[in-house]
């Protein structure tokens, strides 16, 4: 499991990419959702409306105006041998602990998968201001997100990417350079004289 996180001031950009509505044309299922006005279809399934869910997470936002950029996105991914058995309800369990560990369970959230590519990810948006009006604590966040990645990965049996393991969880460090694609890594020479 890795997570890579972004801040900024828009909730509509963040909500419309996760949702397939910018750029490229995405498959994606909503999987969860915390605090935010949601509807259903007629199977039951939620068929989020954009302009509600967008209104929902600036109203909160504007509990605390002193937060100029209120929008937490996180881009979550698994190794792609966890597919298999990513369940949408695995996957969900997986976020929410996460949120939780992360000081993000006392507030907004939008949880979408997108579907129709290699690598099992998801997409989080979040407020930045939790239910009560108070920010959430973003101190040294991408180290704490590591460490809980760590732990999640561990405690729920996800697949650990080829360099790293329960024990040894920092990118090696020798004289060959190493590359990440799409979570995948890939080693790759130095070229001598170099």
């Known amino acids: 499991m890795m997570v890579k996180i972004t801040t900024g001031s828009s909730f509509g950009g963040a909500i419309k990419y996760d949702e397939g509505l910018l ?80 000081g993000y369970d006392n507030t907004q959230y939008l949880i979408t998968r997108h579907l129709g590519t290699d690598n099992p990810h998801c997409h989080v948006v979040a407020n930045a201001v939790d239910n009560d009006g108070r920010k959430i604590n973003d101190y040294m966040e991408r180290k704490r997100s590591a460490d809980i990645c760590k732990r999640i990965t561990n405690d729920m049996g996800f697949t650990w990417g080829s360099h790293k393991s329960a024990k040894q969880s920092e990118i090696p460090t020798d004289i060959d350079t190493h590359v990440f694609f799409n979570g995948i890594h890939h080693r790759q020479a130095t070229p001598t004289g170099s």
Do not use: C
């Open 23 to 102: 750029g490229k044309e995405q498959v994606y299922e909503t999987i969860g959702f915390e605090g935010i006005d949601m509807d259903y279809d007629s199977m039951g399934r939620f068929a989020p409306n954009l302009q509600d869910m967008i209104d929902s997470f600036e109203l909160q936002a504007e509990l605390n105006p002193k937060v100029s950029q209120p929008v937490k996105h996180f881009a979550i991914s698994w190794h792609p041998d966890d597919a298999a058995h990513l369940t949408n309800k695995v996957m969900a369990e997986a976020v929410r602990q996460y949120l939780k560990d992360m």
